[in-house]
């Protein structure tokens, strides 16, 4: 009871890691030499161009921009001359135009403040802008030229096709790449120090590699990780976090396909289902083992790969998991062991 | 009560099965970090048990005082404002409920809920503000619109509410709210640990438990535990003092789908389709969802095969389950795969018996 009743003053949040440790310097921004040479200069001549960022998540687009707007504005500045927009926000055509205007019509003034270059000219980040509609893209077009001598454009976006060209030929474009499982590396280990967390070489290379290059999902998982299994953290642990099926399990199902024993298979999915992994996981773990078996022939592996796309895509409308997976199950046997696939009946 | 009620672990430290969830829990909640969480898992393997023992971790006593309520919601969806009525289940400090229920307005009630929750918020005694929480059920049955709109939300009202989503597959929880929060996956227990929870149950109701006794009864749940949790009762009910080969009754319902798959192995006929039917109709009038009809049905039929025919039984399953998925009818569908079954069976009799 006592612990309960000192629990009752509520817990307040604290900071998540993918904030604190977010770098607020240009410079610090990992594996994206290009964009940081580029902003390196602006720094030194006070002068940039619009700028289209895109890329993968994860890799460093916002952070870049919120970098760059800080180190050349201040904190005293910064609200007056940087406004930043997200999907969040309502951003239908007239409340862009309208929130743009009101902000670049103010004008600003040139003079060096506490140590900031102060360039004259404000900065309107767009994140996310791919979500942004084709007519509200359009709209920003003219904005963008009204107000082209006292504002600079960052457009964020994962995809470059989902930006209009008349935008995109306005802007430098950077292309942020996924990082490598080097960088990512350092960089976990430099937020481990930062939070007195102990991670084995197998963890780290672990994190590394089940984050695909997005270091947002790296930091998440690590976080995951600290909160639930302590400072001492083992790959087991960071594999439990991400939702990623043990090697195991998955090679448990594909030797249950190589027996030809469909009684095994059953059984091994009644097992996955069981255990809760996500099938959909199940299916592109899969995928990796069989594109890379050795002794499995090109034309088999693609009629084994049709079914898991096809029972992806039901997945994606909802069909039951558990006969999902039975059905990829038994076709691959049926591949496997060269049993007639045409239906016998 | 029901046992299965009655027997709830009310506290993390009173858990019997998923003991290493609840501690990680109950550390979540003395490091005072408490991130959005989703918890998945089969049906009866305890999720519930464990978000309501967190409630109670984080709130003390006062979560498990809750009234149900009947509400009204007015939502304002574009153009015009629509009523939605849907049943809550709330504590002071948290909400519970199934948005799937509100069927196509699920995303504005979701976030009509959000914001109302977000404008109340609790103060302590320190003035400080503090959170709520709101437990959101079969979040897998919610639509891809309001899974989006429910990312954005969860990001401007975090300060405010905390969520705890409850799905029984992570397949349908979109990739954008699983990488919000905190997995916590809730596999089936073992049989063991069914045991186990069993023997807790006897010794309270001061029973005489035989193990072999509770063994068959774990095996035969299936690894759910709620599951055994009943039969258990219902043995009770049916012969005490128990012994070691006593019968376990099944569910009537399976019993019913066993009685199907004998039917349609027995004759393959427009007369029997017709009849099986009528089978299938009382079954769904009975409130037993389609897939879970059909996957019984192709478990039984698994049951009798011959291993070629296993193959194409179950593709045909996997089919019509899909198909009843984007289809309305789930009778049209249970009932297609019932005719397909006879057609494959009886070809497979003619070229094997001639
Ligand atoms: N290139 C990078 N160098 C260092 N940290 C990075 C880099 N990219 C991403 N991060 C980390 O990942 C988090 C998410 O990065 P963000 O810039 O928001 O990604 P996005 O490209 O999706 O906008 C940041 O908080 C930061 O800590
Ligand atoms: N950790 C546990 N220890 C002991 N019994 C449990 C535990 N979790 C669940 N139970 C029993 O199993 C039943 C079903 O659990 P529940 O949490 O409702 O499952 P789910 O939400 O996953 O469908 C509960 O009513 C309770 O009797
Ligand atoms: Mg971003
Ligand atoms: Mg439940």
Known sequence: ??????????????????????????????????????????????????????????????????????QLFG????????????????????????????????????????????????????DEADSMTQ??????RRTMETYSKVTRFFFICNYISRIIEPLASRCAKFRFKPLTEEIMGSRILHI?????????????STLSSISQGDMRRAITYLQSAARLFGSSISA?????????????????????????????????????????????????QLYDIVVDADDISDEQKARICKKFAEADKSLVDGADEYLQLLNVASSAMQVLSNMPQDMAF | MLWVDKYRPKT?????????????????????DCPHLLFYGPSGSGKKTLIMALLRQIFGPSADKVKVENKIWKVDAGKRTIDVELTTLSSTHHVELNPSDAGFQDRYVVQEIIKEMAKNRPIDTKGKKGFKVLVLNEVDKLSR???????????????????????????????AVRSRCLNVRINAPMEEEIVNVLEFIAKKEGLQLPQGFAACIAEKSNRNLRRAVLTFETCRVQQYPFTNNQAIPPMDWEQYVSEIASDIMKEQSPKRLFEVRGKLYELLTNCIPPEIILKRLLFELLKK???????????????YEHRMRLGQKAIFHLEAFVAKFMSIYKSFLISTFG
């Not at chain 2, 609840?22 to 979540?28: I, M, V, Y």
Request: proline share 5%; hydrophobic share 35%.
């Open chain 2, 12 to 32: 993390l430290d009173k858990v019997i099965v998923h003991q290493d969830v609840a501690q990680n829990l109950q550390k979540l909640v003395s490091e005072g």
């Open chain 1, 236 to 284: 087991k642990d960071l594999i439990s976090v991400s939702g990623v099926i043990p090697n195991e399990v998955v090679q448990a199902i594909f030797s249950a396909c190589r027996s030809g024993n469909f009684d095994l298979a059953n059984k091994e999915v009644n097992n996955v289902v069981a255990e809760g992994y996500p099938v959909s996981q199940m299916l592109s």
């Open chain 2, 145 to 175: 619109e309001a899974q989006h709109s429910l990312r954005r939300t969860m990001e401007k009202y975090s300060a405010s509410c905390r969520l705890i989503l409850c799905s029984n597959s992570s397949s349908k929880v979109t990739e």
């Open chain 1, 135 to 140: 007519d509200a893209q359009n709209a920003l």
């Open chain 2, 305 to 319: 095969l011959d291993s070629e025919l296993k193959h194409e039984v179950s593709h045909w399953a996997a089919h």
């Open chain 1, 192 to 204: 481990c120090k930062g939070e007195d967390l102990n991670l084995d070489s197998e963890a780290l």
């Open chain 1, 1 to 70: 009871m006592g612990r309960e009743i000192a629990m009752a003053p509520l817990m307040q949040s604290s900071q998540p890691w993918v904030e604190k440790y977010r770098p607020k310097q240009v410079k610090d921004v990992a594996h994206q030499d290009e964009v940081v040479r580029v902003l390196t200069n602006t720094l030194e001549t006070s002068n940039c161009p619009h700028m289209l960022f895109y890329g993968p998540p994860g890799t460093g687009k916002t952070t870049t921009a919120l970098a760059i707007a800080h």
């Open chain 1, 75 to 126: 904190p005293e500045l910064y609200k007056s001359r940087v406004l930043e927009l997200n999907a969040s926000d309502d951003r239908g055509i007239n409340v862009v135009r309208t929130k743009i205007k009101n902000f670049a019509a103010v004008a600003v003034g040139s003079n060096r403040q506490g140590g900031y270059p102060c360039p004259p000219f404000k900065i309107i980040i767009l």
